[in-house]
């Protein structure tokens, strides 16, 4: 099952806390106090891990807490310090305090790790106290708690280009098409209900493609699957917006602009991302006037226009070469902007 978006409690452990002891050996007539210091407590640390690819296991334990630090002991012997927790999430996971909203840390990188709840410090024993002015403390310190948050695990993937479009346009078959992905394929919306990736080969290189439930018009808003998968595209460098103009009573244009509104209301920067417009299901086409339509409104917007059929393979390595061109495009503008 594929769950991206968990929210857990997370805890540090207690430092453990000093002792109170004083030295009493044979032969030894002023012996002093000896109380160890406490061990500090682990701490809980997230850490992106690229073998982890959803969020599910969150789901069933939403509550962790490291080990607390030992008691400090007789004759100076300090507490053990208690191990630290890592938790391993997906590469793409951002991490939100429920509390404040505020991100913690973006693990968009495999290694990456951010330390969500520190452990407390263990307390001093009553040797830490002895002095000129008290030769025999009898006091000592209780070890800290440790930090208690509360987050919100949301993962976003990371894939070179996302494929957008209304439901039954044909993304989860052009997926299958141009890469070793499997995506369920059926005649009725929203047979897609998560995110799928795909892998595609191009010019001795690759890249990754995903694949995310159809929009429908108030998607942003959570209509349809709405906004739940629409962050799965944020990452992405490049968008095909998939239009079928051989769907019956439709009009092409209007899809087309249902998209790019709901891309615009989710987040301006997604609706700004470079963009392909691929025409679907080229073998189903009769009328060739509202492809026309559609291939107008791109060019007056700067778009690249492909079309395509999964059955027929028209136009998909053309479709292939021209992302992986404006991807190259796009990672050496990446790299001059670099300073």
Do not use: W
């Amino acid at each position: 099952m594929f769950v991206d978006e968990a929210v857990i409690t997370v805890a540090g452990g207690n430092g453990g806390d000093g002792c109170v002891s004083f030295r009493r050996e044979r032969r030894v007539p002023r012996g002093g106090p000896d109380g160890g210091d406490g061990g500090d407590g682990g701490s809980v640390i997230l850490r992106a891990d690229p073998s982890v690819n959803t969020l599910l296991a969150y789901r069933y334990q939403p509550s962790f807490r490291a080990e607390r630090g030992r008691h400090g002991e007789g004759s100076s012997r300090a507490g053990r310090a208690g191990e630290d927790l890592v938790l391993a999430v997906p590469v793409g996971t951002v991490v939100h305090e429920v509390a404040s909203e505020v991100v913690l840390a973006d693990l968009s990188e495999p290694g990456r790790q951010v330390v969500v709840a520190r452990g407390g410090r263990g307390g001093r024993g009553n040797a830490r106290f002895a002095g000129p002015a008290e030769r025999a403390p009898r006091r000592r310190e209780r070890g800290q708690p440790g930090e208690v948050r509360r987050l919100r695990l949301e993962l976003k993937l990371l894939a070179d280009v996302g494929l957008v479009g209304l439901p039954n346009a044909g993304k989860s078959t052009l997926l299958s098409r141009i890469s070793a992905a499997r995506p369920r394929i059926a005649d009725y919306p929203f047979t897609t209900l998560a995110p799928v990736l795909g892998v595609v080969e191009a010019g001795g290189g690759s890249f990754v493609v995903a694949d995310i439930p159809g929009l429908i018009e108030g998607a942003h808003r959570g209509a349809g699957l709405g906004d739940r998968f629409l962050r799965h595209v944020e990452r992405c460098r490049l968008l095909l917006h998939l239009v079928d103009p051989a769907s019956p009573g439709g009009d092409p244009v209007a899809d087309m602009i249902a998209v790019e509104r709901e891309l615009a209301a989710y987040d301006p920067d997604l609706a700004s991302k470079p963009r392909v417009v691929v025409l679907t299901k080229a073998d189903l086409v009769q009328d060739p006037a509202p492809s026309a339509r559609v291939e107008a409104r791109a060019a007056s917007g700067g778009l690249a226009c492909v079309v395509v059929s999964a059955v027929t393979g028209q136009g998909l390595g053309r479709l292939v070469e021209t992302c992986a061109t404006m991807l190259a495009r796009l990672s050496g503008a990446r790299a001059e902007a670099r300073p």
